[in-house]
């Protein structure tokens, strides 16, 4: 009744989408192949009714998403700690054609912390002895 309500009144999914999950941080669990969850704190933005994320094209959440795009989401903060309730969605990645403007999407909402945090996050990485030389991919969630 709610979405009938929602689409009569002209309410856009994304609009929804968007008081659902205003924070920076969306923790994105993925699934290995045991079926053993593991949640990361990432950013999003929201467009056109899907969640999208920027992250390595050769993450590990990036490989469980290509073998399993059932994954679950919820606001969260940086470290993780759930803000809300956890819901199912699917996960896909999408053409390297979008990846530019993600790109831009993601820096208009993240303009401050791609200066300041962005660097520190890929110095961390090098240290650890991650290389960060295989590039990025955008995924795209969509809530079930």
Partial sequence: MQAQMSARDGERPAAGLTAVFKGKY???TSFKRDGTGVATPVWFVVD?????VLTGSESFKTERI???PAVMIAPCSA???LRGESVRARAEVLPESELRRVERLMTSKY???RIVVLPIYRAVRRLRGFRDDAGNVVLAITPT
Avoid: F, K, M, P
């Avoid at 056109?48 to 999208?52: I, K, P, S, V």
């Fill in 111 to 113: 303009r401050i912390d």
């Fill in 48 to 52: 056109a009714g899907q969640l999208l």
């Fill in 26 to 28: 969306l923790s994105l």
């Fill in 79 to 81: 470290t993780g700690h």
């Fill in 66 to 68: 290509r073998r399993n």
